[in-house]
């Protein structure tokens, strides 16, 4: 069975039952045009349907850390790199050096996750630079940034 809004001769709302589309395109009212339907409908009351709501993709989301309380769930161990860059160091400096001097400041962190590469300076003679990944567990990331970037590190 089909419903319809139609309009009776005093411009009310009424509600007709129609069983076949074809009655309701006969009726004139299904032939007025578009515009007629609409002002009809502001005029008497249409309102508007709220929008839905969206989640914005912009925002950041930070992530979640902890401990499933379910067995079936299990998570998994992210891990992430602190970049380090240390340079004007005297040019005879090793990378055994540096590592050692990682693991005094962060002795949560083994060796294993320290990589230091040597770079290139303009002035070989003068001074040497280094990059230091330090590999870590998401959970300790920022803590670790903090410690290495404290002005007495």
């Known amino acids: 069975m089909f419903v ?16 076949t589309v074809d009655d309701l395109c006969a009726n004139g009212d299904a032939a007025q045009p578009f515009v ?7 005029r008497e009351g249409l309102t508007s349907v ?8 912009n925002q950041t989301r930070k992530p979640v850390f ?12 992210t891990r992430r790199t602190v970049d380090v860059f240390v340079f004007r ?6 990378n055994a050096e ?14 294993a996750d320290i990589q230091c ?11 040497c630079s280094f990059h230091v990944a330090i590999t870590v567990d998401t959970e300790k990331f920022q803590s670790a940034l903090e410690l290495f970037m404290a002005p007495d590190s």
Do not use: F
């Open 50 to 57: 709220p929008a839905t709501t969206r989640v914005n993709n």
């Open 98 to 111: 540096i590592v050692d001097t990682v693991k005094d400041i962060y002795s949560d962190v083994a060796e």
């Open 117 to 127: 590469n040597r770079l290139k300076p303009r002035y070989e003679h003068l001074y």
């Open 66 to 77: 902890g401990k499933s309380t379910s067995s079936k769930i299990k998570s998994v161990m």
């Open 36 to 42: 007629v339907h609409a002002r009809r409908l502001r």
């Open 4 to 19: 319809a809004l139609t309009t009776n001769t005093q411009n009310e709302l009424t509600t007709e039952s129609r069983s």
């Open 89 to 94: 160091l005297h040019p005879l400096t090793k």
